[in-house]
C-alpha cells in the first residue's frame, strides 16, 4: 500500500514569510509524527499526535512553529515568519498505534533565504 | 530523558567486510532501541528494533544488533558488507513504560562500501 506523502518536496521561502507543510500519514495510522533534520543531525522530534490531538508537543522549539490534525488523518506544520534557522528538512511519521513502529515519508527539505 | 551517541560518523569498509557501526545510549527508564537507514533522497527505513523479548536482534538485510544492558549499547552489525549498504544510519531511543512516544536520534553514521 501507499507509504506516508509529505509534500512540497522542496519549499524555498523567503525570511519573515509563512509555510505550511502536509503529511498524508498511511491509512489507518492513528499516531503521527513531526521531526526535523538539520544537515549533518539525526531527526529531533516536534509534535506527536494521536487522533485529532496534540499528545505531545515539547519538541515544537518556538510558538512561531504550529501543527493540526483537524481529522485524524492529514496534518499540517505551519511556521509563522520563517528564519534562516528554520531551514532543515521535515519529516513526517505515522505508526498504527503509539507503540507501533514509525514509518517515515521522504520528508520536505525546506530553505529560508 | 534519554540519548543516543553513535561513534564515528563516517565507517569506510570493504565489500565483503564485517560491518559493525556503534551506539551508546543513555535512558533513566528501560528502552526501546531502534536502528533506521536512510538512504539518499528517501525516508527512514526501520532496520530494526529492541523491544525487551530478545536482547539479540535480527533485521533486515541481514543486519543484527546485540541489547547489552551492561555496556548501554546496541551496535549494529553485518557479517559481510555489499555495495547496496551504503547509506545513513541512525540508533534511535524511546523509553518504555511512559506516556512519551517520540523517537530521540543519535546525529548518524554514513557508511561507505569499497568495491
Known amino acids: 500500500g501507499a507509504g506516508v506523502s509529505q509534500t512540497p518536496s522542496n519549499k524555498v521561502t523567503e525570511k519573515g514569510k509563512y509555510v505550511e507543510l502536509r503529511c498524508d500519514p498511511i491509512?489507518?495510522?492513528?499516531?503521527l509524527y513531526w521531526y526535523r533534520q538539520s544537515l549533518g543531525q539525526g531527526p529531533e522530534f516536534l509534535i506527536y499526535f494521536q487522533g485529532t490531538g496534540a499528545a505531545d508537543d515539547s519538541g515544537l522549539p518556538n510558538d512561531r512553529f504550529f501543527a493540526v490534525r483537524p481529522e485524524g488523518s492529514v496534518s499540517t506544520l505551519k511556521i509563522q515568519r520563517t528564519e534562516r534557522g528554520d531551514s532543515a528538512v521535515y519529516l513526517c511519521?505515522?505508526?498504527?498505534?503509539?507503540?507501533?513502529?514509525?514509518?517515515f515519508g521522504p520528508g520536505t527539505r525546506l530553505t529560508v533565504l | 530523558a534519554q540519548s543516543v551517541t553513535q561513534l564515528g560518523s563516517h565507517v569506510s569498509v570493504s565489500e565483503g567486510a564485517l560491518v559493525l557501526l556503534r551506539c551508546n545510549y543513555s535512558?533513566?527508564?528501560?528502552?526501546?532501541l531502534f536502528w533506521y537507514v536512510q538512504y539518499p533522497n528517501q525516508g527512514l527505513q526501520l532496520l530494526l528494533k529492541y523491544t525487551s523479548a530478545a536482547t539479540l536482534v535480527k533485521g533486515i538485510n541481514g543486519f543484527e544488533a546485540e541489547f547489552k544492558k551492561s555496556e548501554t549499547s546496541f551496535h549494529l552489525t553485518k557479517p559481510s558488507a555489499h555495495m547496496s549498504d551504503a547509506a545513513e544510519y541512525f540508533c534511535?531511543?524511546?523509553?518504555?513504560?511512559?506516556?512519551?512516544?517520540?523517537?530521540?536520534f543519535g546525529s548518524g553514521t554514513r557508511l561507505q562500501v569499497q568495491p
Open positions: 511519521a505515522s505508526s498504527f498505534g503509539g507503540r507501533d513502529t514509525q514509518y
Open positions: 534511535a531511543v524511546t523509553p518504555m513504560d511512559t506516556g512519551r512516544r517520540a523517537l530521540t
Open positions: 535512558s533513566s527508564v528501560p528502552p526501546y
Open positions: 491509512s489507518g495510522h492513528t499516531a
